[in-house]
Every structure is written in C-alpha cells, then in structure tokens.
C-alpha cells in the first residue's frame, strides 16, 4: 500500500511542476513485467514460457564452437608460418 501511495505521490509532485518529471522513451530488450498483481489485488497468472530445448542449444553451440575451433587453427598457422610463435619439440620419453 505504502508502494502505490509513493507512486501517487510522485506522479502528483511531477503535475504540480508542470509535468517536470520526464522519462526518456526506453525499449526493452528483453521482454519483462514488473506487475505480479492487479488494480484489485488479484495475483496475475504466470507468464508464457517458451520451451528451450536440448536441439536449440545444440544447434547454435556446436556450429560455433566449429568455427572458433576453425578461427584458432587458421591463426596459430599464421603465428608458427611468421615466426613468432614456433612450439618447441620437447622429447620427454624418458
């Protein structure tokens, strides 16, 4: 109750100004929802829940951890092709 009457408030103190509290436009991303109750105190149902499943996470993880995998090899040639990083031959077989 304390909440809504801080609201009234506020919204008061912007009209007596002349409208002096003024929000940018903003445009969520992600969408979200701040009420979790109605006007009357209802508790509002949850909200749609979209299924993620096991093939969506599959279907964008592997092609990019292909191309990463891809993107390292390529450069690690260009490094050991131009000298500057050349992994040294270790013979430990002792």
Do not use: C, W
């Not at 506020?10 to 979790?36: D, I, K, M, N, Y």
């Not at 499943?53 to 450069?75: A, C, D, H």
């Amino acid at each position: 109750m304390a909440a809504v009457g801080g609201r009234l408030l506020v919204a008061g103190a912007g009209r007596a100004r002349g409208g002096g509290l003024r929000q940018a436009p903003t445009a969520s991303l992600v969408p979200s929802r701040s009420a979790t109750v109605t006007r009357s105190g209802a508790i509002l149902p949850k909200p749609v829940k979209t299924p993620f499943g096991l093939l969506r996470v599959f279907s964008v993880v592997i092609p990019f951890l292909y191309v990463g995998t891809q993107i390292s090899k390529n450069f690690a040639a260009l490094l050991e092709e131009h000298d500057i990083f050349v992994p040294e031959d270790d013979d430990d077989d002792d």
